[in-house]
């Protein structure tokens, strides 16, 4: 199981999933609009170093206490920038990070 240190939901690791460092986990609602991915899937991220997470799909939480998964990208010294997978989807701008979790495994096989 993980999610103990971010306050999400406990999600069962796959076998094929290694687990290393701290790690956060999720399962896809019904309501999400990240297409492709679809509702059940399990999405698995590790701690990262903000700089490590830059042009990856990453977890993002923000210093103003948004969960939010987004592409990230460079913006100044300390702010960034987060993309949606859907590119209909405004950017958030200028956004402080708080922890960032980059994307290392999904579980596709839910039924």
Not at 35 to 42: D, E, T
Request: net charge negative; proline share 5%; with cysteine.
């Amino acid at each position: 199981m993980v999610n103990q240190a971010t306050g999400l939901p406990a999600v069962e690791v796959p076998d094929f999933i290694e687990i290393r460092g701290e790690y956060a986990a999720l399962t896809m609602g019904r309501d999400s609009d990240l297409w492709p991915l679809q509702p059940g899937w399990q999405l698995f991220f590790q701690a990262t170093e903000v700089s490590t997470g830059i042009g990856q799909l990453c977890l993002v939480m923000t210093t103003k206490g948004d969960t939010l998964i987004k592409r990230v990208i460079r913006s100044g010294s300390r702010r960034y920038n987060l993309e949606h997978f859907n590119p209909s989807v405004p950017t958030l701008e200028d956004v402080e990070i708080a922890e960032v979790y980059r994307l290392v495994g999904m579980n596709c096989d839910t039924a």
